[in-house]
């Protein structure tokens, strides 16, 4: 079998240059990073190993080095270092796991996810909006990853005393959300997930690679509390369609009414659903276009009893 | 292969090995009347106690196949042995159950991606029921409690449910495509949409589709298949599990993931997840007390309070592998050279059958390695047992005989002990083991068996020699249909060298 790199071919060649360019405007923390830099391929293939690294559970995550801010010790170990991608301690487990464990540890867990956030817009938004609350950026691609790390350490530095915001919530991993999220996040433990214009995948054959299924939806529900939401957006109508019929067909979520999240009144599903509109890179693309926007949110139900103990 | 290797296998005449076994008693007026299935290649092959002799191959029962009348061959005990040919495809046996009933026989068949479902008659001849070609390759199949619904999990993450014996009306409202989305047909892109050259190819295809009709996929299957659960990633086993009224479902996967989600019609809720695991996880068992055993790619043996997710014990293997190697004479060759590079991989886990259900006791196999383990969780200071092996362990199934359990452990004649791909020069003539257990709870081995079970066991013409190349051929053969395993390992890709 053929194995599919994430990268284009030709790429290596620029890479030199590229690594230059990103080393110096890496000696300056509070550079904002150049998106040209950190280009890659459209598509990473979500059915591959890759060489990824992710926690055995969500109990061996480093939290703590993704928001030092809001770490629970702050210990010499723990380097002060944004959205870091080492985010796994190491696999043998000693005697001083426990100590090393809480020093991973943070004061508040992340309660809202961007799945495949691409270039980040969405968290950059969503920082200052919701200062107190962890938000979480996952995306496949490598560089892509990078480039969202990189410019939050800028904006972390460039901010520090900043009292509209600090973006001490937000971080960032590489992360294949179709294979691990159970390892990063726990039951019900978020209460928001967006799904940002996720690659469409036209090709009927290629339909088993899209963000949202039938089944995908029950991991989407296992991390979600009851009562929490699924952010959806497209500009693609069939991908639209797709993600509502199986969302719908999921007996763990009910779609939401647009009368709850439409329009410029208050409350924080509106202000969320605005932001996600606006805010992405993707969303802006489409703007330009003057291209369509379908929305659909989706509402986590509460598990019902047991079949035999209704 | 060439025609004189062919002709050479032809003279070979010898047997794949039993790849999987599967036995049942029924208890009738006039006493036990056991029955012992395997799987050997294409073959499916019965022996009761009570003298049943019969065969079942998916070579023979294939219609309108022609040149294949030449393609068996009559064994000494009027057994019909498959030869090997390189034209057409052979579909073999990779699992077999029976259900609890002891009425049916399910199998998969891995080329084919097919389950048959046979009836037992009541001297355990064999009648196919129906053959469902599913759209990926079944990993593993397993029966709801009340034997209803077969349960198939698939090499593309996918859980199904079955129902054992369709009915008609199943057959009238068969969803054949429960995974996909809106019905009607129109092309997903549209010329609004941003995206590149290559999709507006897509969408020019699409649009010239959309005239004829939604394209189905070749293949969807036409009988009823219900979409319960799936992972992104290769199932490589599933089980099912019962508290009190509630029931379960658990499957693994290659990614080192145990999910426990709620059995039908709940099976969209997952429970939780027993996170441990470091490398692939091939093989879970449930234990007579309701502990969870899983083993894969790990060096250890992960035992679960699955219904907690919590990891009560890990059971050293790969330590257990290495000792045997070192104490056992004729195994000194196999220890290897750098200990840290040595790698097992867990082939089956088996359940030792007990009258009492609390006290559990497992039985461990892991591919290539010419012995069994046993283990008693819970009792680490004991010192696990090895049933040392005439070849490589396959497959373990259990019979109670005189009220005592007769392990019967089906080997690996054709390679050497120890190894997946060196062919013996002589050929085991036995492709089974029997063992039973003493008053000390030790195991050895029993031959009283033996002959019950001797046209069961014995490779047709074992011995008979035959030319190097068409053993060598033979031995390949073999090691594609019951190896496997360790190719689940993840290799280390250099993908990440070079898209930093
Ligand atoms: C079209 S982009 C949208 C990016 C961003 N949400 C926006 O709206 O601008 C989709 C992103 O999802 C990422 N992605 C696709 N599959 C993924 C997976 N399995 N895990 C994590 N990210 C994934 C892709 O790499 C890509 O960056």
Known sequence: ?310 | MNQEQRNSAAQLRMAFPYKCLAACTRLAADGEDWALFGASGSTLVVQSSRGTQSTWSTEQNVENKPDHGDESVEGPSGKRIKLSHPTHQKNNFSSIKISNDGKYLIAITAEDKSIRVFQLSSDWQLRQLSERCMTRRPCSITLSDDNSTIFCADKFGDVYALPLLPSPEDERNANPHPEDGPKKYAPSASLSTVHSGRNRKVLEEQLKQAAKGRPQPKDAPTFKHDLLLGHVSMLTDVVTATVGSRSYLITADRDEHIRVSRSVPQAHIIEGFCHGHEEFVHRLCMSNSNRLISGGGDTHLYVWDWLSHTLLEKIPLQSAVLNLYRNQSGLNSLVPEREEDFRIAVSGIWNVPSRTDETDEILVACEGVPALFKIKPETPSEEAQTLVLNGNALDVTFVTVAGANTAIVSIDHVHEPGHTTKTRENQEPSRLQLFTTAQNGEWFEDDRLKSTLEWFSQDTVGGQDTGESARVAFGKEVQGVIYGVENLRKRAEIDAAVSV
């Open chain 1, 1 to 310: 079998m053929k194995r599919k790199t994430d990268t284009m071919p030709g790429e290596p060649a620029k890479r030199p240059k590229r690594e230059a360019a990103r080393k110096a405007q890496g000696d300056d923390e509070a550079a904002l990073p150049k998106k040209r830099f950190y280009r890659q391929r459209a598509h990473a293939n979500p059915f591959s190993d890759h060489s990824l690294t992710y926690p055995k559970s969500p109990a061996d995550m480093d939290w703590a080095s993704l928001y030092p801010a809001y770490s629970l010790k702050k210990s010499e170990e723990v380097v002060n270092d944004a959205g870091g991608m080492e985010v796994c301690g190491s696999h043998d487990e000693t005697p001083s796991d426990k100590i090393r464990k809480s020093t991973r540890a943070t004061t508040k867990n992340v309660e809202i996810a961007d799945i495949g956030c691409g270039f980040g817009g969405l968290l950059f938004a969503l920082a200052p909006q919701f200062p107190d609350t962890l938000i979480l950026g996952m995306e496949i691609r490598m560089s892509v990853t990078e480039y969202v790390h990189d410019k939050i350490r800028a904006l972390r530095v460039q901010n520090a005393a900043s009292d509209t915001g600090t973006y001490q919530n937000i971080a960032v991993l590489r992360a294949n959300t179709m294979k691990f999220l159970p390892n990063f996040f726990t039951k019900h433990q978020l209460h928001s997930i967006f799904l940002c214009f996720p690659d469409p995948h036209f090709k009927q054959r290629k339909h088993k690679a899209r963000i949202v299924s039938y089944t995908l939806n029950s991991e989407y529900a296992y991390v979600l509390r009851p009562g929490g939401i699924v952010y959806t957006i497209t500009d693609v109508k069939d991908l639209h369609e797709w993600m509502v019929g199986h969302f719908e067909k999921h007996p763990s979520f009910e779609r939401v009414g647009e009368e709850e999240y439409d329009g410029e009144g208050d409350g924080e599903i509106r202000q969320r659903v605005r932001i996600m509109r606006t805010e992405t890179e993707e969303g802006k693309k489409v703007e330009r276009n003057n291209g369509d926007k379908f929305v659909a949110l989706f509402r986590r139900t509460e598990d019902p009893p047991w079949p035999t103990e209704g």
